[in-house]
């Protein structure tokens, strides 16, 4: 007997899919209408409270040491020939060892990984990358630029502009996305992968339609969908949201972490106070919706998964599901009181489980 459904005529079959399209893009768009509501009486209240305090947006002129340490590595740049965007990253360890590529998440910048670029410069030449639209990166204006066919083709060049055919790669959130893609697309050029709170992207979206706790956690990448007045919102109180994300108890670094100093918050503040800053970064999410669901979806290298258990932004569900995507060897640790921001929260354990997995994935190559 065939299934329910498997007779179905195309006409028919269309006809549900663009309903389903539609009632998909309906939630969309209602959702970010609701995040907009609340945005809004967010700011009337503020207002309310600091008139004066409210549009306060310092600029900061000079980085802070901590971005010129020469400890974290070497400032350097490339230039893409296909998109001519030129890219910044710290570079740590000699050229010429294995290369470990690092891909940073929202709103961070190459600077979240300097644990790992001082832990893991003696045995790799140790890149953290500036995505498209952050820091000194180049930022294309227009948000078509920030599809995901365009973040990963980015991670391809890269690595072949710095005279590479494969590496480490590494992600953390929306570089977990990316990581997860390039590792799909481009297998080849991905020896190991480690991703760091972010489930396989087929994961996600499933996941998200299924629970409406994860849809709220992700409110954000539907406010993210207007124009000009989310970076608009990041921009008040003197970037109060972006120091709240770090320091804040619901969302920030736990109690038992590795605070940030008021040098690192200054750090990220250096960074995102600069004209037009935000809007490259937040571009990134503004086409999320028409690129996914995914149509390959298979890991073929060996994979770890890190995640703080404390994520105010993703279910840790999610977690073990991922396993299913992993056709290798795949590993799971979960660290029960670390927060979102992993790889700053907890750095000696992250770097101690990841020389763990490296190390066993070279032992089991050569047994």
């Known amino acids: 007997m065939a299934r329910p459904g498997a007779a179905c005529p195309p006409p028919a079959r269309r006809v549900m899919v663009a309903a389903r399209a539609l009632l998909f893009w309906a939630l969309v768009y209602s959702y970010c209408g609701v995040c907009a509501c609340i945005a809004g009486l967010r700011l009337l209240w503020s207002i309310g409270r600091r008139p004066g305090e409210t549009f306060r947006w310092v600029v900061r002129e000079n980085p802070p040491a901590c971005l010129n340490d020469p400890s974290l590595g070497t400032h350097c740049y490339v230039r893409i020939k296909d998109s001519g965007l030129r890219f910044h990253y710290v570079a740590a360890g000699e050229r010429g060892k294995p290369l470990m590529l690092l891909l940073h998440g929202f709103p961070e910048f190459w600077y979240s990984w300097r644990h790992q670029l001082r832990e893991f410069k003696s045995e790799y030449r140790v890149v953290a990358l500036d995505l498209r639209g952050y820091g000194e990166t180049d930022a294309p204006p227009h948000k078509e630029n920030y599809k995901l066919d365009c973040l990963i083709a980015d ?129 990134h999410y503004r086409t999320i919706f028409s690129c996914l669901p995914l149509q390959h979806h298979e890991v073929i290298m060996p994979t770890l998964l890190l995640w703080g258990e404390r994520d105010a932004f993703m279910e840790v569900e999610m977690a073990e599901i991922t396993r299913i ?30 020389w763990t997995f490296l190390k066993e994935e070279t032992k089991r190559k050569r047994e």
């Open 325 to 354: 995507y992993v056709k290798n060897h795949f590993r799971l640790t979960i660290l029960s009181e670390a927060s979102h921001w992993l790889q700053q929260d907890q750095p000696d354990i992250v770097n101690k489980l990841i």
């Open 155 to 283: 991670i391809k060049d890269i690595l072949e502009s710095l005279g590479y055919n494969k590496c480490v790669l590494i992600g953390h959130d929306w570089g977990g996305m990316i990581a997860w893609l390039v590792a799909i697309c481009y297998p080849e050029m991905v020896t190991k992968l480690i991703v760091v709170n972010f489930p396989h992207p087929s994961v996600f979206t499933e996941y998200i339609l299924r629970h409406p706790s994860q849809l709220i956690k992700s409110g954000y990448y539907f406010f993210f969908q207007m124009p000009w007045f989310p970076e608009f919102m990041f921009t008040l109180n003197d970037f109060k949201v972006l120091k709240s994300l770090f320091t804040s108890h619901a969302t920030g670094i736990g109690r038992k972490g590795c605070r940030l100093t008021a040098e690192d918050i200054e750090a990220y503040l250096y960074v995102f106070s600069q004209p037009g800053a935000l809007t490259g970064p937040i571009n």
